[in-house]
């Protein structure tokens, strides 16, 4: 929530018109787009890699079942 209203905060940026324009466009552009695309990675590539790598992962408690089963026999 909080970087959709940066988002759309940086909208008047980008649409301004005047005196200093041209600086207030390029700062627009950042904000705009990198709050964009952090949020974007951060709701969808960081957990699709965290799924992907967790399959292949254990918990430390499987692990130790494992042992205790083996040292039991």
């Given at each position: 929530?909080?970087?959709l209203?940066t988002v ?8 301004a ?23 974007l ?7 699709s890699m ?18 205790e ?5």
């Amino acid at each position: 929530m909080t970087a959709l209203t940066t988002v759309v905060g940086a909208i008047p940026l980008l649409l301004a018109t005047g005196a200093g324009s041209e600086f207030r466009f390029s700062i627009g552009v950042v904000v705009f787009a990198g709050v964009t695309v952090s949020s974007l990675l951060t709701l969808f590539v960081v957990p699709s890699m965290y799924a992907l790598t967790a399959r292949r992962t254990t918990s430390p408690d499987h692990v130790t079942r494992q042992l205790e089963k083996l040292l039991s026999q």
